[in-house]
């Protein structure tokens, strides 16, 4: 289960502001860097996205200290993506992309769709409708699996 994850942004605040409209949840700053803020999404699981100001990299404390922060603005992409259920249908995702003038298209991975969205068009989520999460559960569901990855070993 992951319960939360950090992505960068050129806009922190705004990008926690849209990612907090698309939880239906709530935006508020991250203390722990300044010029960081989270978007919790209100749910029973605790899901969060902490947004970063782009180029901000976590290096280990020294020690015994904790998690260190430093700049290095070498590029507006990143490899890291997630895929994330929201409670939003296909066409309010499409129209706050719309508004933001960020890129939203609908995509097949194959076994499942998804909705690539793209904060300040850097950054992509994967988004899930309530439809898209039924298709993507069902096809990584603990027995389909077991069933693959026994059918790879034989």
Not at 105 to 128: K, M
């Amino acid at each position: 289960m992951i319960h939360h994850i950090s992505l960068p942004a050129k806009n922190p605040f705004h990008v926690a502001e849209v990612l907090a409209e698309l939880f239906k949840g709530y935006c508020a700053p991250f203390d722990s860097h300044p010029g960081s803020y989270v978007a919790f999404a209100g749910d029973e699981y605790g899901t969060l996205v902490e947004v970063y100001p782009l180029g901000t990299e976590m290096i280990p404390g020294k020690d015994e200290k904790p998690i260190q922060y430093q700049q290095n603005n070498s590029s507006q992409f990143i490899a890291t993506h997630a895929a994330i259920s929201v409670p939003l249908n296909q066409s309010e995702i499409e129209s706050i992309a719309q508004r933001e003038q960020w890129r939203c298209v609908r995509c097949s991975r194959g076994y499942f769709d998804v909705l690539e969205f793209w904060l300040e068009n850097s950054v992509l989520l994967e988004l899930a409708t309530p439809e898209l999460a039924q298709q993507y559960t069902a096809v990584v569901s603990p027995e389909n699996l077991a069933k693959h990855f026994a059918e790879q070993k034989s």
